[in-house]
């Protein structure tokens, strides 16, 4: 049984690594007829436990590997995982006392704004100023629209553009065919399951934030120039890129665009309903797949399959 998830060994490494501690050292062709696997397979395997310091490849001409103590070796994975944790709750802190200042301070740094008109010209506009980078956290609902035909200008002339999307944004008509192809022009977006901010930054100098994700009534937001505030939101921002999961593969993607496209819906969150529905499958259909991709990652289930697919670069 798979226990090492957590600490982001994947159930297919563990079996491996389960393999060479009976062995101490092995190649991947003897833990092959071990595990019914290719020695290739094996042999990749092997390669990730090495990254997260979990085996040693010894000296030769001949891929060997050593396994190292679990003791030793499995503590930093643990100290890592708790060091993310805990700098994501510090971020949390500190950014509520920084947004608590600012409100009662009356900076000038902080500029508040009302309607969704208002904010849909200020959106215009930070992208329209940006030289180089604009970064934003997305979400419904949308004030004016879900299309950008802003970003696909300003990526034509030299910007660069990273997004991170909730996964209710995928679900809206349309939203996942104006990311694909936006991504296509050069955007890199990614998906994070629980995103409750909506932002936007150019340049790291100017940001635009929703106070509210209630649209229904008066829109306001704050438009915020350098300053601690900023500083703490482009914080926050990176901690949510880097938790984040892609959604544009790489070059060697051994996955097919479907296979690809589901798997990176499943780990957003979204419902067989909702996924089925983007891909025009029926559920009956998805499932199945589902199933088979389940089969070939040598996951339990669909969590561990997302898991799986987004270590070894597949989403």
């Known amino acids: 049984m798979a226990q090492l998830t957590a600490a982001g060994i ?13 062995h101490r050292t092995a190649s991947p062709a003897e833990l092959a007829g ?6 290739e397979r094996v042999a990749r395997a092997l390669e990730r436990l090495r990254e997260n310091g979990l085996v040693g490849r ?7 590997y050593a396994a190292i103590e679990p003791g030793a070796a499995l503590e930093p994975l643990v ?6 944790l805990d700098a994501v709750r510090a971020a949390a802190g500190e950014l509520s006392r920084l947004f608590t200042a600012a409100q009662h301070g009356g900076s000038e740094q902080v500029e508040v704004i009302s309607g969704g008109e208002a904010l849909g010209r200020w959106f215009v506009q930070l992208q329209q100023e940006a030289h180089e980078e604009v970064i934003t956290l997305d979400r ?18 030299g910007v660069n553009y990273r997004a991170v999307y909730a996964p209710e944004a995928l679900e809206w008509p349309g939203v996942l065919r104006d990311i694909r192809e936006l991504v296509a022009h050069g955007e890199q977006a990614r998906v994070l399951p629980g995103l409750r901010v909506k932002l936007a930054v150019a340049d790291r100098r100017l940001a635009l934030m929703p106070l509210s994700l209630d649209f229904t009534t008066q829109v306001r937001a704050v438009v915020i120039r350098p300053s601690a505030l900023l500083d703490g939101l482009i914080d926050y921002w990176e901690l949510c890129w880097r938790t984040a999961t892609p959604l544009d593969a790489p070059a060697d993607d051994p996955l097919t ?28 259909t998805m499932r199945r797949r589902i ?17 799986i697919a987004a270590r070894r670069g597949w989403i």
Request: with cysteine; aromatic share 6%; charged share 25%.
């Open 10 to 22: 994947d159930p297919f490494d563990e079996s491996v690594y389960r393999a060479i501690l009976v």
């Open 34 to 39: 071990e595990l019914s696997c290719s020695p």
């Open 58 to 64: 010894l000296s030769g001409t001949r891929r060997r």
């Open 79 to 84: 100290r890592s995982r708790t060091a993310d």
């Open 140 to 157: 419904p609902p949308y004030a004016l629209t879900t299309s950008n035909p802003i970003e696909s200008t300003a990526l034509t002339r």
């Open 257 to 284: 665009e479907e296979d690809r496209q589901m798997l990176t819906l499943l780990v957003s969150g979204l419902k067989d309903e909702a996924i089925a529905r983007q891909l025009g499958w029926s559920v009956r």
């Open 291 to 307: 199933s088979r991709l389940h089969e070939e990652l040598g996951a339990a289930n669909r969590f561990q399959a997302g898991v």
